[in-house]
């Protein structure tokens, strides 16, 4: 089996491949823009700009994939906020491109795209967890972004009888996150402070917002999982069925610091627009496929503690 990593050099692209080959023992193939880094022996890596659509199909053309995971995205609501346009073309205009190949391949590979928790937006109290079929309210242009690609995966299913499957990934963090994303920027501050690279203060934003977390290592498994046995057109939630706040993260952070560390609200990481609560109801996924999330949070929260650590000693 052929399995393609589409936007490979992110956060979640190493655990994937990591995944595939040394766990599925499928010949894997990862794709990332030419000027990031992508080293790995689990790979064959190619060099793509999902705008480019002939070079999509050119390379789909050449690997002939049985599976497809598409991951490329520009993923940051707060980078959303500020170029709104670019959002919009690699998570819109990127997603076409690949759809477009597939269908014009001639053959049938399995997709899936990845989409978002955030996608579900504002959500009354009664709606959490929230199911896949609740309606979507998204709070911010990344969101919006990926509800538009959810929908064209739907659409292309329909109607052109491809095997297309969505995923609503809700907040999956893990060792490799970059630091513009909250956990990872409260273990890499916490990190600083205890190396005395930076005073000991932590600058926050909005601490009373509620996230489901997951481990990316339990996220790529229900990947590979609902390419196995997820249901073609359906969409899936994949997180760890609870809220959490982020106050109560940062607690769980602190206590695990060797300094003490005193809290500071930042203004500019506050957000324009921020969902107040969401957590996913992940039953169909347990239905169709059997996985749950096995990686306790205090778990990933120790490994992205050393693995800040190394980073910052070398």
């Known amino acids: 089996m052929k399995a393609l990593v589409i936007g490979a050099a992110g956060f979640v692209g190493g655990h994937l491949i990591r995944h595939l080959a040394c766990e599925c023992g499928f010949s894997v193939y990862a794709t990332k823009l030419a000027h990031e880094s992508l080293e790995t022996p689990d790979a064959e890596i190619y060099n793509l700009d999902i705008l480019d659509a002939e070079a999509v199909a050119e390379l789909l053309e050449k690997i002939k994939p049985d599976q497809i995971y598409h991951l490329a995205a520009q993923s940051s609501v707060k980078l959303s906020w500020d170029k709104p346009q670019l959002t919009a073309d690699i998570n819109i205009k990127g997603t076409i491109n690949v759809l477009e190949a597939v269908r014009n391949s001639g053959y049938s590979p399995e997709v899936l795209l990845v989409g978002s928790g955030e996608e579900y937006g504002y959500l009354k109290p009664e709606e959490i967890p929230v199911k896949e079929d609740t309606l979507l309210r998204a709070g911010n242009i990344y969101a919006a972004t990926k509800a538009c690609q959810g929908m064209l995966g739907e659409i292309y299913a329909r109607a052109y009888g491809m095997n297309v499957i969505m995923v609503r990934a809700f907040n999956h963090i893990g060792p490799g996150q970059s630091d513009i994303f909250v956990i990872s ?121 050393e693995y800040w650590r190394l980073k910052e000693k070398s």
């Open 185 to 305: 920027d409260f273990c890499r501050q916490v990190v600083m402070a205890e190396l005395g690279k930076k005073e000991p203060v932590l600058s926050v934003g909005n601490l009373e917002a509620e996230r489901d977390f997951t481990d990316v290592r339990d996220i790529v498994r229900a990947y590979s999982a609902l390419m196995k046995d997820g249901k073609p057109g359906q969409t899936y939630n994949v997180g760890s069925g609870r809220a959490e706040s982020i106050r109560s993260m940062l607690d769980r952070i602190l206590k695990k610091s060797s300094v003490s560390i005193e809290v500071v609200q930042d203004s500019s990481r506050m957000r324009p627009s921020d969902v107040p609560s969401i957590a996913a109801d992940i039953t169909r996924i347990k239905e169709d496929t059997g996985w749950c999330p096995e990686i306790p949070i205090d778990s990933t929260i120790d490994d992205i503690m």
